[in-house]
T-cell receptor, first 114, second 115 residues
Framework: DVKVTQSSRYLVKRTGEKVFLECVQDMDHENMFWYRQDPGLGLRLIYFSYDVKMKEKGDIPEGYSVSREKKERFSLILESASTNQTSMYLC?????????????FGSGTQLSVL | AQSVSQHNHHVILSEAASLELGCNYSYGGTVNLFWYVQYPGQHLQLLLKYFSGDPLVKGIKGFEAEFIKSKFSFNLRKPSVQWSDTAEYFCAVNEGSGGYQKVTFGTGTKLQVIP
């Protein structure tokens, strides 16, 4: 069965800390995405990567960076965590193609910044 | 940039009632459209998708959606809901071409089905 694994289910950090969220997929997918999910706001795209070492800003990239050194791993980095980054973070991947391919999601990481 | 609007934020229905959830998008080019569902405590999963051909698409669990290009809409329907359909539903649109393709989601609709 296909799998997208996010390293932590729950994470508590302090303001100003550097935070790493890791995502690994085992399907050899080219495309990977990071979203944050907030009540009433749906899923908002932070960054995406269409291949190794390639990255593109999504709709809300401010305060975040990403790294994709290997095809299976896509990391989201909060350089200096702030309380407004408290959220559920979802990683997704899919095969590259026509754009009709479905996304496979991880279980999410609930990040609390105190 | 693409935007996706879902008009209903919270819908409450009795079992056996019919469901229609609205979705409108702004992208004027070729689109691929999706509905995803998130059941309580579970991953987001694909319900159905449209990429070409017949504008009426059928998905899992008796759901269907109709793509109306002139209205930029992709509404989700089910003739008779069940308690197990209680979930949050997200409309999504793929934009771009080649390697640069991103998927934009709407704000979601929480559906509560009362037995």
């Amino acid at each position: 069965d296909v799998k997208v694994t996010q390293s932590s289910r729950y994470l508590v950090k302090r303001t100003g800390e550097k935070v790493f969220l890791e995502c690994v997929q085992d399907m050899d997918h080219e495309n990977m995405f990071w979203y944050r999910q907030d009540p009433g706001l749906g899923l908002r795209l932070i960054y995406f990567s269409y291949d190794v070492k390639m990255k593109e800003k999504g709709d809300i990239p401010e305060g975040y960076s990403v790294s994709r050194e290997k095809k299976e791993r896509f990391s989201l980095i909060l350089e200096s965590a702030s309380t407004n980054q408290t959220s559920m973070y979802l990683c997704a991947s899919r095969r590259a193609g026509t754009g009709s391919e479905k996304l496979f999601f991880g279980s999410g990481t609930q990040l609390s910044v105190l | 940039a693409q935007s996706v609007s879902q008009h209903n934020h919270h819908v409450i229905l009795s079992e056996a009632a019919s469901l229609e959830l609205g979705c409108n998008y702004s992208y004027g080019g070729t689109v691929n459209l999706f509905w995803y569902v998130q059941y309580p405590g579970q991953h987001l999963q694909l319900l159905l998708k449209y990429f070409s051909g017949d504008p009426l698409v059928k998905g899992i669990k008796g759901f269907e959606a109709e793509f109306i290009k002139s209205k930029f809409s992709f509404n989700l329907r089910k003739p008779s809901v069940q308690w197990s359909d209680t979930a949050e539903y997200f409309c999504a649109v793929n934009e771009g071409s080649g390697g640069y393709q991103k998927v934009t989601f709407g704000t979601g609709t929480k559906l509560q089905v009362i037995p």
